[in-house]
């Protein structure tokens, strides 16, 4: 079989996997980190949404072969065991932004990119930014209050 | 998914050699050809990753641009270039899919799956750009056939030219859930007055020039003139949010306002969704 290497989180990792192997399978069941999840595995939901070298990609609609060398960061690597929470997961939590949590971790990464293009984002920006996160439960107006207020927090920290 | 061999080349002579083997698909971005594999709707031997060799710089010319194959829908939807000289292709490209779709799909992967709602053939065929392979250039209207492309084994798509028009719009309707074009209008017209409608989401097949709306358009590039112009419903998409008889209503009613974005004071692209407030005008 294939082998990759990648760095996850900032720690280097190698598996042997099969051309088949979606990056999410990679993170889920080689590397045990299944705080990535699979919704739909059709790339509509985002529930399985990961930064490569920086930029959010759907990790359920790209093979674990293509991210050779890459960058991965996943929902696990933001605060890791005994650090603070990360300030968009802080947000969301003092939103309420979650019910069921499933979608949770990927409406983090993508809140992540968001915030990183569009700095202090409007309501009306984060909506339209949320085309490709689906949440069955909350009906996005705590996601949208949470994005807001975790932007506005890590702008306020690199300020 | 039946596992396939991959293949990384590193360069493009190496990955057509590849592609001529026998049941070689290439791999640009993959958001639509994985999702496809999930589906069996293809089972490739090997595959051909072609991310990173396909040339993907955006280039100003007199009277168009060029943009390589190999650019994501965000590094073309954020060239300050495109925005400056043909910002209704930045606008439009800028709604495809979704913004992690838009960090990995690409120009030529999109070319290539000529899906039945693709934004970017429609745009290609309403500003008449160019298709260019590591063979040849095609007019996008050759390149495009019926549910697919003109594409030969081992040819790969290297960049396409799209002339610059300042009258362009496109406008769609998305359908409510997966957020595709149930139907998209891309309306151009040249500086000596030749139009141009292409109609996408519409016919299984993919994106096709409207030709009975560009000749009601020859006399004046104003909406009226599409009055009484009607696509036929019978080979138009059915599915679980549209019938036919409604695509043929929206590809009018969409025709209509594009033609007047595209010839009034900014023209650019409108989406429009159920619901939305943009959707009662």
Not at chain 1, 16 to 30: D, K
Not at chain 1, 73 to 88: D, K, Q, R, V
Not at chain 2, 107 to 122: C, I, K, Q, V
Not at chain 2, 155 to 165: K, M
């Amino acid at each position: 079989m294939p082998t990759v290497s990648m760095t996850v989180n900032g720690r280097a990792v190698r598996g042997e996997v099969e051309g088949r192997t979606m990056l999410v399978e990679f993170l889920r069941e080689h590397l045990g980190l299944t705080g990535t999840h699979v919704g739909c595995d059709t790339t509509q939901c985002g529930a399985c949404i990961v930064h490569v070298n920086g930029l959010a990609m759907k990790s359920c609609t790209m093979l674990a072969l293509q991210c050779e060398g890459a960058a991965v960061a996943t929902i696990e690597g933001l605060a890791p065991p005994g650090t603070p929470l990360h300030p968009m997961q802080k947000a969301f939590r003092e939103h309420h932004a979650l019910q069921c949590g499933y979608c949770t971790s990927g409406m983090v990464m993508i809140a992540l990119d968001i915030a990183r293009r569009f700095g202090e984002p409007d309501e009306a920006t984060i909506r339209e930014q949320l085309k490709g996160n689906i949440c069955r439960c909350t009906g996005y107006h705590n996601i949208v209050k949470a994005i807001a207020a975790g932007a506005r927090a890590m702008a306020a920290k690199h300020a | 998914m039946r596992d396939f061999v991959y293949y990384r080349p590193s360069s493009l002579d190496e990955a057509r050699q590849l592609a001529l083997e026998v049941g070689a698909m290439l791999l640009a971005g993959g958001q639509t050809l994985l999702r496809d594999m999930k589906r069996s709707r293809h089972a490739p031997a090997s595959l051909i990753d072609i991310t990173g060799i396909v040339p993907k710089h955006i280039e100003l010319h007199k009277d168009a641009i060029s943009i390589g194959a190999g650019a994501t829908h965000a590094e073309v939807a954020g060239s300050a270039a495109l925005r400056e000289h043909l910002p209704v292709l930045a606008a439009l490209v800028d709604h495809i899919g979704d913004p992690a779709v838009r960090n990995r799909g690409t120009l030529g992967g999109a070319l290539a799956a000529n899906e039945t709602a693709g934004d970017y053939p429609a745009a290609c065929l309403a500003l008449g750009a160019t298709v260019r392979t590591t063979a040849r250039n095609v007019p996008a209207a050759e390149f495009f056939v019926s549910g697919g492309t003109g594409l030969e084994p081992g040819e790969i798509i290297t960049a396409a030219t799209f002339p610059i028009f300042r009258r362009a719009a496109y406008i769609k309707l998305l359908n409510p859930a997966a957020r595709y074009a149930i139907v998209g209008v891309f309306a151009s017209c040249t500086a000596d007055g030749f139009p141009s409608i292409a109609v996408t989401g519409a016919r299984a097949q993919g994106a096709f020039r409207w030709r009975e709306a560009e000749a009601a358009l020859a006399s004046g590039f104003v909406a009226e003139r599409l009055r009484d112009v009607r696509l036929p419903a019978e080979d138009l998409v059915e599915d679980l949010f549209a019938d036919a008889a409604y695509r043929s209503h929206l590809a009018a009613v969409l025709a209509r306002r594009a033609v007047a974005l595209a010839g009034g004071p900014a023209p650019g692209v409108v989406v429009l969704s159920h619901g939305s407030r943009a959707a009662d005008q």
